[in-house]
């Protein structure tokens, strides 16, 4: 019998882009029920439907995935929004799990949400040791209290509570959307259509220069999987490559996969985001045996690929 032949296991988030990649491995190893869920279920910011859906789905195991995320700019116009939804989400869905018989939540922390002035790579010892960039603070401190509270429901309760924190994840079905997409996704969007409109150049933000640990999204998702299955007590661990990329190695690479043949014109007026980040990922590797199996040039043709498939559908042309 495998760990997950007499699992229930249930996904918030689930409809959502690292949610369908968690579900999609999840079915892979067959646990004994499976319910992925997305906002048109349950509004997780209401507590009485966070506990409707622990009362009708009853699950052992919950990865949760559910969140309010963009990109700089959305952080920057909406902070109460990103504040206020991802921290109700988080108190709700481990608050109710603690109550209604789960025996374990693994959740999908932030990344932004370690120290912006901290010693590179970034270790999980560190979380604690200053403030987060600005921009998206609202966003990754309401994120980071799922660790604290993880802790407390662990000390009180018995809930094992694991925290994973990625890198920049990136992978099919992402969001596409130039204005509130990450990198990643509005980088494959501008490539994609200025090679296939032939432009002449593309404008991308910032000078280039600026550095990330990539994680194609599928990496992620069975790194979460083997933290269930290892895990027992309140855990927070590194889910990344543990490599840095620049954004102009992005951009090259996508400029190869997409046969764009013009130039990149890189808007300095616009914001960069934190100059470096990368992860010390020694921790996922020794607990878990976890290492990223997809290269970004692989990762990035996928989505890339995923992305020419579906760019008509009309939540993609936004």
């Given at each position: 019998m495998?760990f997950w032949?007499?699992?229930t296991?249930l996904?918030?988030?689930?409809?959502?882009?690292?949610g369908?990649?968690?579900?999609?491995?999840?079915?892979a190893?067959?646990p004994?029920k499976?319910?992925?869920?997305?906002s048109?279920?349950?509004?997780?910011?209401?507590e009485?439907?966070?506990?409707?859906?622990?009362?009708?789905?009853?699950?052992?195991?919950?990865?949760?995935?559910?969140?309010l995320?963009?990109?700089?700019l959305?952080?920057?116009?909406?902070?109460?929004?990103?504040?206020?939804?991802?921290?109700m989400?988080?108190?709700?869905?481990l608050?109710?799990?603690?109550?209604?018989?789960?025996?374990?939540?693994?959740?999908?922390?932030?990344?932004?949400?370690?120290?912006?002035l901290t010693?590179?790579?970034?270790?999980?010892s560190?979380?604690?040791?200053g403030?987060?960039?600005?921009?998206?603070?609202?966003?990754?401190?309401?994120?980071?209290?799922?660790?604290?509270?993880?802790?407390?429901y662990?000390?009180?309760?018995?809930?094992?509570?694991?925290?994973?924190?990625?890198?920049n994840?990136?992978?099919?079905?992402d969001?596409f959307n130039?204005?509130?997409?990450?990198?990643?996704?509005?980088?494959?969007?501008?490539?994609v259509?200025?090679?296939?409109?032939?432009?002449?150049?593309v404008?991308?933000?910032g000078?280039?220069?600026p550095?990330?640990d990539?994680?194609?999204?599928?990496d992620?998702?069975?790194?979460?999987?083997?933290?269930?299955?290892v895990?027992?007590?309140?855990?927070?661990?590194?889910?990344?490559?543990g490599?840095?990329?620049?954004?102009?190695?992005?951009?090259?690479?996508?400029?190869?996969?997409?046969?764009?043949?013009?130039e990149?014109k890189?808007?300095?007026?616009?914001?960069?985001?934190?100059?470096?980040?990368?992860?010390?990922v020694?921790k996922?590797?020794?607990?878990l045996?976890?290492?990223?199996?997809?290269?970004?040039?692989?990762?990035l043709?996928?989505?890339?690929?995923?992305?020419?498939?579906n760019m008509?559908s009309p939540?993609?042309?936004?």
């Open positions: 495998s032949s007499d699992k296991v996904v918030t988030g689930g409809t959502g882009f690292l369908r990649h968690i579900t999609q491995a999840l079915e190893i067959k004994r499976l319910v992925s869920l997305g048109k279920d349950y509004n997780l910011v209401k009485t439907e966070v506990e409707a859906m622990y009362a009708e789905h009853s699950p052992e195991i919950v990865f949760h995935l559910a969140g995320v963009g990109g700089i959305p952080n920057r116009e909406r902070p109460a929004d990103y504040f206020y939804n991802n921290l989400m988080g108190t709700l869905v608050h109710h799990a603690s109550r209604s018989g789960v025996k374990k939540v693994i959740s999908a922390g932030a990344g932004c949400g370690y120290p912006e010693t590179l790579p970034l270790k999980e560190s979380f604690w040791d403030f987060p960039q600005k921009e998206s603070a609202p966003y990754s401190l309401a994120k980071r209290m799922l660790q604290i509270q993880g802790k407390a662990h000390s009180q309760y018995g809930l094992q509570a694991v925290t994973c924190v990625p890198g994840v990136y992978g099919e079905y969001n130039l204005h509130d997409s990450h990198v990643v996704p509005a980088l494959v969007r501008k490539f259509e200025a090679s296939q409109k032939g432009l002449e150049s404008e991308v933000w000078d280039g220069t550095t990330r990539y994680v194609y999204a599928g992620v998702a069975q790194g979460m999987i083997k933290a269930a299955e895990y027992k007590t309140a855990e927070v661990v590194n889910l990344s490559s490599r840095e990329s620049s954004v102009t190695d992005i951009c090259k690479i996508l400029k190869d996969h997409t046969q764009f043949k013009g990149i890189w808007n300095t007026d616009r914001p960069s985001g934190q100059k470096r980040r990368w992860f010390d020694s996922a590797k020794a607990d045996g976890f290492a990223c199996e997809t290269s970004l040039s692989e990762g043709k996928k989505t890339t690929d995923w992305y020419l498939r008509d939540t993609l042309r936004r």
